[in-house]
């Protein structure tokens, strides 16, 4: 067999289309995905500040991501955006998040997801459970409108 039948390795003009296709189909997505034009931790209220590319500002509680929650106030407040700020990466946490998945609210994995939703959950439901003298009176003010509307049973 002749060298040449033995190689199976692409040629070097193949390669070349190939990388120049790829290249122009990432720059296309990165034109589609959510961008921060700047960001910031605000330490009083434990939130990564993202300011978008379109002028919206987006607060992310950095207790609910995934990785972040046992971090300090120096390792939250040192971030890099990357990627023409499609990222938000945390080097001495070893943290990185798209900013899309932070706007649509994905924190984490699938697992860390519902372990966050269960938690939440707890959260409301003991709120629900407990008995303060504002909730006592807000009740009350409320049964004097009549209370909570009757159930309408349809046969």
Known sequence: MAKKDMDIGMSDEE???????ATRHGQEDLKKLPKAAAA????????????LENGVTALVPVDLVQGLQGGNDRQLGD???MFQGTEI??????????VGDLLSGV???KRWMAGLKEHLAEIGR????????AKRAASAENGKKGGRPQKVRTA
């Open 15 to 21: 390669f070349e289309r190939q990388y120049i296709e």
């Open 40 to 51: 910031k931790y605000d330490k009083r209220s434990r939130r990564i500040v993202l300011d």
């Open 79 to 81: 971030f890099s955006l």
């Open 89 to 98: 990466f945390w080097e001495s946490l070893d943290v990185q998040f798209f």
């Open 107 to 109: 924190f984490g994995t």
């Open 126 to 133: 003991k709120g629900g459970r407990a008995r303060t003298p």
